[in-house]
């Protein structure tokens, strides 16, 4: 690798690959030290094409959850099996993922802005800007980016744009699977929200059980099947259709986030 190659945003892949190294030596105990990360699944991470393949989730945290999935697919592709246990991997981390992020969230102090250089694919809501609701035009220039993401590695994304569970799956997804075909790969996550702030960035709880599951990629008929069917597959493959509701009253869901708010919870070093 030259020292100076890029990548297609620009970025330089041996900056990209020491600020890999640097932050998952720093971020490492917060899934395997302070709290756990129980991981269910990572085998599929192996047999995945080089590029062309779209990771779709549930959100709990704005950087927690992106930062886990670095750690277990690195982990993954360098032999290990539902574990990150030895940071190793690290040293030789794959340099071509991304994952889709708020424009506005990345831009937000020095922290997010070296975070987006690690690999987001950063694009502007339709639905919210600034703390308010608003519409606006899909970005034709966003959704291009997506695609360059993916025609050169793996891409991260959060359908639901927001970290509040159980809201609609934005169609801005399915619209992008049908356009670029990607495999489709799911992962449901449990745990990041009561072990770290909003940001993701400050552990509020230790002894947390956090979990991933990484699931086998959906089955999409991508020339047939209409957003609509795309979107009711996502809501279920992530465990976000409403009928999950049943499972966990809503009542519950609002009462815990309630109690969140009120918890102050003691900074450990």
Do not use: C
């Amino acid at each position: 690798m030259g020292l100076f190659k890029t990548n297609p945003f620009g970025h330089i892949l041996f900056i990209k690959k020491w600020l890999i190294r640097v932050l998952g030596a720093i971020t490492h105990r917060r899934f395997r030290g302070f709290n756990e990360l129980q991981i269910e699944g990572s085998e599929i991470i192996k047999d995945l094409p080089e590029k062309n393949v779209l990771f779709i989730s549930n959100h709990q945290t704005y950087f927690a959850d992106v930062v886990a999935m670095f750690h277990v697919f690195n982990a993954s592709l360098s032999g290990r099996t539902d574990s990150i246990k030895n940071i190793g991997y690290l040293w030789n981390p794959k340099l071509n993922i991304y994952y889709v992020a708020a424009k506005e969230t990345m831009k937000a102090g020095l922290l997010p802005k070296i975070l987006a250089y690690v690999g987001s694919v950063s694009i502007e809501r339709t639905w919210r800007s600034e703390g308010k609701d608003v519409k606006r035009q899909v970005k034709m220039s966003d959704i291009s980016n997506i695609g360059k993401a993916l025609d050169d590695g793996w891409v991260i994304t959060f359908p639901q744009g927001t970290t509040t569970p159980f809201k609609p799956i934005r169609k801005g997804t399915a619209h992008i699977i049908k356009r670029y075909k990607p495999v489709v790969v799911p992962i449901v996550i449990d745990g990041f929200r009561r072990s770290f702030d909003k940001k993701g960035l400050r552990v509020k709880k230790k002894n947390i059980l956090q979990s991933m599951e990484i699931k086998a990629p959906l089955d999409i008929d991508y020339d047939n099947e209409t957003t609509e069917d795309i979107v009711k597959k996502i809501e279920y493959a992530i465990e976000q259709h409403p009928s999950f509701l049943k499972v966990i009253p809503e009542a519950e869901l609002k009462a815990q986030a309630e109690l969140d708010k009120l918890r102050k919870w003691k900074i450990d070093d």
